[in-house]
C-alpha cells in the first residue's frame, strides 16, 4: 500500500471514531485506578479519624494508659509516645550513618560488579517480612537476656536500612558524572569529590528517603513484638528495659474488651497515621528541594 | 589589588591563519622556537575493554603553545586527551598501553598519583560543569580542596580576570553559577582550572555547546592563556583549530583486520601546514571537506 493511501486510510471518520473511543477508554480506566487508590486512601484515614477522634484530647496525649477495670480503662498514650520516639529514634541512629556510608560505598567506590551483588542482597533484605526480623532479632539478643527497647530499635534498624541505602543509592545516581569529573580534575582525591559535591548536591534526597523509611518502620509492630512488648504502663526513658510504643498499644488494646480502651486503640492508629503523613509531606518537600538543585535550580 | 593580568606581550609565536599566500613564508616553526617539550607521547594505545579507541599514537606537545586534535567522530580525540590527566581512570573498563612522559616523568609510572597529575594538568569539559554552588565558590574549590587559602579572594579574582569573566560577574559572586548563560559558565570553568596554576589546560571541545559569541570570546581568551600555559584543544571545528592552534594533530580512524576500528595519529605538524599543505592524503581529504 502506498503511503498516501495509508494516509487517506488513517484520516477516514470510521478509523478516527474507533482511536477516539480506544483512547477515551483507556484514559477512563487509568483515571478510574488512580480515584480507586486515593478513594481507598481516604476510606482508611476517615474510619480510623471518625473512631479515634473522639479519644483525642489533652489526657490521651500526657497521660498513660490503664488497663484496669471496666469502664475506666485507658486515659492516654504518653508512654506510647515516649516510647516510639526513642525506639524510632535509636533506630534512625543506627541505620541511618551504616545505609548512607554503605550506598556511597555500593555508588562512588565500588567496582560494579560487586556493587550490583550487594545491591542484589539489599533488596532480598529489603523483602524479609518484618516477623522474620522480629524472631531473629529475638533469638539472637533477645532469648535469655530480657526485651529493651534498644534491641526493638535494633530490629526496626535492620528494616530500616535497605531502605535508607537504596534510596541513597538512587539519589547519588542522580548526581550528574559530569559534577564528579569536574572535581576530579581540580585535582580533588575521590574522598574529597564524594564530601564536597555528591553529597551537598544528593542530601535533599537522602533526607527524604531517610525520612520516608523513618515512616515506614515507625508503624511496624512485629519486630516490637518480640524484642520491646513488656513494658510497663508508664512512661520510661530507659531504652535499655521495654518500652511501650504506639503499635504494641494500638495491638493490645484493639483486643480489649473494653469499649473505651478500643477508643484509644482508634485514636493511637490516628496519632500514628498523621505522624506517617507530616513525615511524608517534609519528605517531599526535602525531595523538591533537592531535584531543584540537581536539574539547574531555576 | 595587584592582581592585574599579565600584560598581553608580543607572542613569541605569531597568531598562524590560514593564508595560503604566506606558505612558505619565512616564518619559524612552532617546533623551533617553542620552550620545552611537555608532553612525550610514546606509542599510546588506549581500551575499552577489548576494544582499542585509539592506536600507536607517538607525538611531543609543546610548552606555552596551543595544540588542536581535530579528527572526525569516533577517532578517539576526547579518549585521547582524557589520557593526558589520567580522567580515564575513573572508568572501570579503560586500559593503555605505551607511555605519556610529562617532563620526562612517566605519567602511568605506579608511583605516579592521577590526583597530583590533575592538579597540574586542568581540564575543561565538552559540556560547561560548574558546581551547584555560587561563582566564588566555583572557582575557591579547587583552591580550597588543595589547602591554597592564603588570599582566597585575590586569587579567585585574579582567575576571573585571566578567564575574562570579572567584569561580567564581579557583583554576583555570591548568585549560583547556574544563573550565568552558557557561555559565562565555561569561563568560569577555565577560570576555575586555572585557579589552581596548573602547568597545563586541556579542553575537550569546550565550545561545541555554546553559541557563535561565545564560542569567539573562549577563542579569544585561549590566545592570551598561551602565554602562560600549554594549551590543548580537542575540536571538531577545524576553522576553530586554525584559528587558535599552533600546532595540530590530526587523528582518524582506521580499520583492523579483524574489522574492527580504532582512531590513530594521521599527522601532526604546524598548523598552517596542516591546513595548506598537509603531508598525508588523508589530512587533506579530511581539511578540504571531502571525508569526514
Known sequence: MSNAALTARSLTSEHRRRRRIVNWLMEGLATLSALAAVALLVIVVGSVAKRGAGALDLDFFTKNPSFLGFGQGGSGIANAIVGTFIIVGLAILMALP????????????????????????????????????????????????????????????????????????????????????????????????????????????????????????????????????????????????????????????????????????????????????????????????????????? | MQYVSTPMTESAEPHIEIDPS?????????????????????????????????????????????????????????????????????????????????????????????????????????????????????VAYGLRILGMKDNLGDRVEHALKRAALWEEVSDRLKDSALALSGGQQQRLCIARAIAIEPDVILLDEPASALDPIATASIEDLMHELKEDYTIVIVTHNMQQAARVANMTAFFSISGGEDGSRHGVLVEYDDTEKIFTNPSEKRTEDYVTGRFG
Not at chain 1, 524479609?128 to 532479632?137: K, L, N, T
Not at chain 1, 564536597?196 to 518502620?217: D, E, F, H, K, S
Not at chain 1, 478500643?262 to 498523621?274: D, M, R, S
Not at chain 2, 605519567?107 to 605516579?112: I, P
Request: glycine share 8%; proline share 6%.
Open chain 1, 98 to 298: 551504616v545505609g548512607i556510608l554503605a550506598a556511597i560505598y555500593l555508588n562512588e567506590f565500588a567496582p560494579r560488579r560487586i556493587a550490583s551483588a550487594v545491591t542484589v542482597a539489599f533488596d532480598v533484605l529489603n523483602g524479609v517480612p518484618a516477623i522474620v526480623i522480629g524472631i531473629f532479632v529475638f533469638v539472637f539478643i533477645v532469648a535469655g537476656h530480657g526485651q529493651a527497647g534498644v534491641k526493638g530499635a535494633f530490629a526496626l534498624a535492620i528494616l530500616m536500612l535497605p531502605l535508607v541505602t537504596r534510596s541513597t543509592q538512587e539519589v547519588l545516581a542522580l548526581v550528574p558524572n559530569a559534577m564528579r569529573e569536574a572535581s576530579l580534575a581540580l585535582g580533588a582525591p575521590r574522598w574529597r569529590t564524594t564530601l564536597n559535591v555528591v553529597l551537598p548536591m544528593a542530601v535533599g534526597g537522602i533526607i527524604t528517603g531517610a525520612t520516608l523509611a523513618t515512616a515506614r518502620v515507625a508503624g511496624e509492630t512485629a519486630p516490637l513484638l518480640f524484642t520491646s512488648s513488656l513494658a510497663g504502663n508508664t512512661v520510661s526513658w530507659n531504652p535499655t528495659e521495654p518500652l511501650a510504643s504506639i503499635p504494641m498499644f494500638i495491638f493490645t488494646s484493639a483486643e480489649q474488651a473494653d469499649p473505651a480502651l478500643q477508643e484509644k486503640a482508634w485514636g493511637a492508629a490516628l496519632v500514628l497515621i498523621t505522624f506517617v503523613l507530616v513525615a511524608s509531606i517534609i519528605a517531599r518537600a526535602f525531595g523538591l528541594r533537592s531535584r531543584r538543585r540537581l536539574t539547574g535550580g531555576r
Open chain 2, 22 to 138: 604566506k606558505v612558505g613564508a619565512e616564518r619559524p616553526s612552532s617546533r623551533e622556537v617553542a620552550r620545552e617539550t611537555v608532553f612525550q607521547i610514546q606509542s599510546l594505545s588506549a581500551y575499552y575493554g577489548k576494544a582499542a579507541a585509539i592506536q600507536d599514537v607517538s607525538f611531543d606537545i609543546y610548552g606555552k603553545t596551543v595544540t588542536a586534535i581535530i579528527g572526525p567522530s569516533g577517532c578517539g580525540k576526547s579518549t585521547f586527551i582524557r589520557c593526558l590527566n589520567r580522567m580515564n581512570d575513573v572508568i572501570p573498563s579503560f586500559r593503555s598501553d605505551g607511555k605519556i612522559l610529562f617532563h620526562d616523568v612517566d605519567l602511568q609510572g605506579k608511583d605516579v598519583d592521577p590526583v597530583s597529575v590533575r592538579r597540574r594538568i586542568g581540564m575543561v569539559f565538552q559540556r560547561p560543569n560548574p558546581f551547584p554552588k555560587s561563582v566564588f565558590d566555583n
